[in-house]
């Protein structure tokens, strides 16, 4: 991150006095782009403090940054980052990323076999999400627990999501199965490991090849050391030029 002064954290109860700032930048931010998103009061923001399931962003000189916190639904099966928010006065720093990143370590922390899901209209959060796994997917995929969809009804696209039978609307849906990525990385793995077999069988393979064209030299080699080993010994002056001619016949024949 650029700006080193900037903490992004686990928020705790000392942080709820941040929620009203909080909530008051999430309705302004919908606002100015145009969009929908579900509100929360100041009180629910301050209860996922207390409960640990919120990151928050500092300067360390206590100024807000930036928000995200983890919503549980469906019995723990699906969980979503939501209510992202960077103070206008610190975008363009990186923050939301770092944010996205610490709230995603978060919610894998505590929700290890939960689906971690996300709607959203910010091309810069689906560059974030995709770096992080999540990938685009139906609504179908997404949690069918009422309470979930309920939040939407302050969204001033809910007319959309309802004329379409909650099956699309405005805001894209992005998932993380941490079953199908482990299936993914588990493949990966055997996939690594068959080609390392390979390549040492074709390795292998070439050195006999190479042993096996120079096979009828090596053979020679052996019948001129048995014959040279098994002559009796010569007279010093004799010698030398006999050898001589055994191995110009054994290996020019």
């Excluded at 209860?47 to 300067?59: D, F, N, P, R, S």
């Excluded at 979503?80 to 610490?102: D, E, Y």
């Excluded at 919610?107 to 999400?129: D, E, W």
Aim: glycine share 8%; charged share 30%; aromatic share 12%.
């Amino acid at each position: 991150m650029e700006n080193q002064h900037i903490i992004v954290r686990v928020a705790t109860p000392g942080d709820t006095h941040y929620a009203s700032i909080i909530t008051d930048e999430m309705e302004a931010s919908a606002k100015a782009r145009g969009t929908g998103i579900a509100k929360r009061s100041p009180s629910y923001v301050q209860l996922k403090m207390e409960e640990g399931k919120a990151v928050i962003a500092l300067t360390d000189k206590n100024d807000w940054v930036g928000f995200c916190y983890i919503e549980a639904w469906g019995h723990d099966k699906f969980v979503a980052n939501s209510g992202l928010i960077v103070n206008p006065a610190f975008r363009g720093h990186g923050v939301a990323k770092a944010i996205k990143h610490k709230i995603f370590e978060l919610s894998r922390k505590k929700y290890p076999q939960a689906k971690i899901f996300g709607l959203t209209t910010g091309l810069a959060v689906m560059k974030i999400n995709s770096e992080l796994g999540y990938e685009p997917v139906t609504y179908s995929e997404l949690t069918d627990d009422e309470e979930f969809w309920k939040g939407c009804q302050s969204c001033v696209n809910f007319d959309i999501l309802q004329s379409k039978g909650r099956k699309n609307c405005i805001c894209t849906a992005m998932l993380y199965d941490p079953v199908e990525k482990e299936k993914e990385a588990a493949e990966k793995e055997a996939a690594v490991k068959a080609k390392v077999v390979q390549d040492l069988h074709d390795t292998a393979i070439r050195k006999r090849r190479k042993f096996k064209g120079n096979f009828k030299l090596f053979e020679r080699w052996i019948r001129f050391k048995k014959f040279v080993m098994l002559q009796p010994a010569t007279k010093k002056e004799g010698g030398g030029g006999s050898n001589k001619k055994r191995f110009f016949f054994f290996f020019n024949f």
